[in-house]
Nanobody, 118 residues
């Protein structure tokens, strides 16, 4: 069983930066995709970025150029560096891991709050 623990959220002013971390315990199979989703107030959960086991990254359009996703395979940890934060980036950020087997196995973290003030 894979467990995900996020950290790094907080309150920041617009234009500031935060770095989120998600540490996975247990064995994650390959191939996989590790990523971050955001759920803003009154909104549905949406993809922010993900990175596959071969290092391919994908970003939502609104995050391109501002956010960077990376991972440390040795530590089973995925990071999200968020720069030039905007108030609309506010929400709960969830770590997600998908093991791309048949059937797909999916795991979620408990979420970490990010609040960006204007």
């Amino acid at each position: 069983q894979v467990q995900l623990v996020e950290s790094g959220g907080g309150l920041v002013q617009a234009g500031g930066s935060l770095r989120l971390s998600c540490a996975a315990s247990g064995s994650i199979g390959n191939p996989n995709a590790m990523g971050w989703y955001r759920q803003g107030p009154g909104k549905q959960r949406e993809l922010v970025a993900h990175i596959t086991s071969d290092g391919t990254t994908t970003y939502a359009d609104s995050e391109k150029g501002r956010f960077t996703i990376s991972k440390d395979n040795a530590k089973n940890t995925v990071y999200l560096q968020m720069n030039s934060l905007k108030p609309e980036d506010t929400g709960v950020y969830y770590c997600n891991v998908r093991v791309l087997w048949i059937p797909i196995r999916e795991y979620w973290g408990q979420g970490t709050q990010v609040a960006v003030s204007s």
